[in-house]
């Protein structure tokens, strides 16, 4: 499906006002609002981010973005301190403003973020003043008891991680909304819903939110993280949540949803070409009564004019990517005198920051887009934490013979050079426990590997690529069951990712072929994989509990428990003066 980018249009449907919803969050604002009496529509600006993951610093990375010259152009972005400056840029902007997120604000983090259990991610997003957010599948990460420590504060000890080493810990300002998200007993883990209200009295506009997770969170996060809650259809719960913030009194509903698409036409974080993704389900079955869909996960970029749910209406539908790169800029327009929502438009601002060097070359900065500089107060929080984690994150651990990147060719995300060299370490490490094939998801391989010009690779760099603290485990399958989970992802169920395997081993696949039989070669040494025998394969504990819908591996018996992955490839760049990359293709796609 394509879905065209939006440039606004009118909504047909009314609310009337009412008394506030019961239990849900809410905040009121003394901003002026246009009289009735006045022509000029009111303006309410609706600031929304996502997937932040802890970039407390600019993550060496770029939105890649139309030059207007009929080519593309990449623009350095990212960063708490700049994506708080791009913030207040359109809060200066709208006079009437919210600042919401879509989810996975915490965890996957850089490490000085994570050093620290996300303390002070929570801290950024405060001084950039978010008053929403959906819970996120990563957010699960630490366990739910531990998320709370987060919107509630204190030093509560739920991780393996010691809390407040820097300074007592207040919690998120803004609220955590999860309204498919309860306990056992039904009791809703936060609430479901916030209202944000502009002006008094018949200026007075009510803007309504929903916030959720979405339902596979037990299939994405280790599931002793989530044990003991209940996660809800998520159109289910949208088509209840919607009447009861109208009847609340809002004019007009936006859905914080941490599920969305990807595109897959020209570069440009505002268009919505050839636009795929989990979230359309979602959308297909929506009652009327959702205005504007703040969607992530997928890391994507787009603003679309979502209207194959003709029975819904068009619905404004948008993403900010990943890391703090982009914020989204969405202006809602009322009728002053009967609170229609008159037309809704959005636009993806780049959040440009300083020039870096990739594995290809160096990344400039672009004078045709706005240049942010750094909020001095939130520089100031960051770099007090930076300091704190800098003698972990200089630290050498080893040499490196060039750049590693994982790559994902046609739709079908492949681990590269370093899913090679992260499956090399996991099987080095737990030999010991009989290990002859290892595996790694690419889709937990969070940025490139890029050593120093003679070849040092730093604990930073290392911690960048695998944050989650993953233990090893390793278990035995026949190889028609090691066949049978490859192939899970590969099949038409969910994104697409060829599983990177340890050297010896080779997974030739045609996706032409119907799914469920995609997989053309299994080898291992150059000999077929024997359906009936067994095999030790390691994989970390997340895809050893059916992580990212690898349920085969669940099978897998005579578990041993080892290492954690950060600690194995650490020991195994630093066991040679320079650990040579592996370059081979072990997962080729035939044709």
């Known amino acids: 499906m394509t879905l065209p980018l939006h440039r606004g249009f009118p909504l047909l449907s009314t609310s009337l006002m009412a008394a506030l919803l019961a239990g849900c969050a809410t905040t009121t604002t003394s901003h002026q609002v246009a009289s009735p009496r006045q022509a000029a529509p009111i303006e309410v600006g609706v600031i929304a981010i996502n997937d932040f993951h802890g ?22 972005a990212g960063g708490g301190a700049w994506l708080a400056s791009a913030v207040d840029s359109l809060k200066a902007r709208h006079a009437n403003n919210v600042v919401v997120a879509a989810g996975d604000l915490t965890s996957a983090s850089q490490l000085a973020s994570s050093l620290y259990l996300d303390e002070p991610s929570v801290g950024v997003m405060n001084r950039v003043g978010v008053e929403f957010n959906a819970v996120g599948n990563h957010e699960f990460d630490r366990g739910w008891q531990e998320l709370r420590r987060l919107q509630n504060g204190g030093c509560e000890k739920n991780t393996r991680g010691q809390p407040c080493q820097l300074e007592p810990f207040k919690g998120a300002d803004y609220k ?63 088509n209840r949540a919607v009447p009861q913030l109208k009847a609340a009194g809002a004019d007009a509903v936006v859905v914080l949803i941490h599920q969305g698409l990807r595109t897959n036409g020209a570069a440009d974080p505002n268009g919505c070409d050839q636009a795929v993704g989990d979230i359309q389900p979602i959308l297909d079955r929506l009652n009327p009564g959702v205005d504007v869909v703040v969607s992530g996960h997928t890391h994507w970029a787009y603003v679309c004019n979502y209207t194959a749910n003709t029975q819904a209406g068009p619905i404004l539908l948008t993403s ?7 914020v989204t800029d969405i202006t809602l327009k009322f009728d002053p005198a009967t609170h229609k929502l008159l037309g809704k438009q959005a636009n993806n601002l780049i959040v440009q920051s300083p020039a870096y060097k990739s594995a290809k070359g160096e990344v400039p900065n672009q004078p045709a887009f706005p240049q942010f500089q750094p909020r001095a107060d939130v520089a100031a929080y960051i770099q007090r934490y930076k300091d704190a984690s800098l003698h972990l994150v200089a630290r050498p651990v ?24 992260i499956a090399d370490s996991q099987l080095a490490a737990s030999r010991k426990a009989g290990a002859e094939i290892a595996f790694v998801n690419p889709y937990g391989i969070r940025t490139s590997l890029i050593p120093a010009a003679d070849g040092t690779v730093t604990f930073g760099q290392i911690y960048a690529v695998e944050p989650f603290n993953n233990e090893i485990v390793t278990l035995s399958l026949t190889g028609a069951q090691i066949r049978a989970t490859l192939e899970q992802g590969l099949d038409d169920s969910g994104d697409k990712q060829a599983l990177a395997p ?27 994989l024997d359906p009936a025998t067994t095999y030790r394969v390691s994989v970390v504990n997340f895809l050893a509990e059916g992580g990212d819908g690898f349920s085969g ?5 005579n578990r041993v428990h080892g290492a954690i992955d950060l600690d194995a490839l650490e020991a195994w760049l630093s066991a040679v003066p320079l650990r040579q990359l592996p370059q081979e293709d072990r997962t080729p796609e035939t044709r």
């Open 502 to 528: 340890s050297q010896g081993l080779r997974v030739a696949f045609d996706m032409r072929r119907p799914s469920g039989a995609r997989i053309t070669a299994l080898t291992l040494d150059g000999k077929p």
């Open 176 to 238: 955590y909304l999860a309204a498919s998200t309860t306990l056992a007993d039904g009791t809703p883990l936060f609430p479901g819903t916030g209202l944000k209200t502009f002006g008094t009295g018949k200026d007075r506009i009510t803007i309504g939110f929903v916030g959720l997770s979405l339902s596979s969170v037990p299939t994405l996060v280790a599931p002793d993280r989530v044990a003991g809650l209940k996660f809800a259809d998520e159109a289910e719960t949208i």
């Open 553 to 557: 591996f669940i099978q897998g018996t």
């Open 320 to 326: 900010a990517g990943v890391y703090g790169k982009l």
């Open 398 to 421: 080893g040499k490196l013979s060039g750049p590693a990147g994982k790559v994902e060719e046609k739709g079908v995300g492949k681990g590269g050079e370093l899913g090679n060299l």
């Open 55 to 76: 970039a407390l610093e600019p993550p060496s990375q770029s939105v890649d973005t139309p030059d207007g010259h009929g080519g593309e152009v990449a623009v350095p």
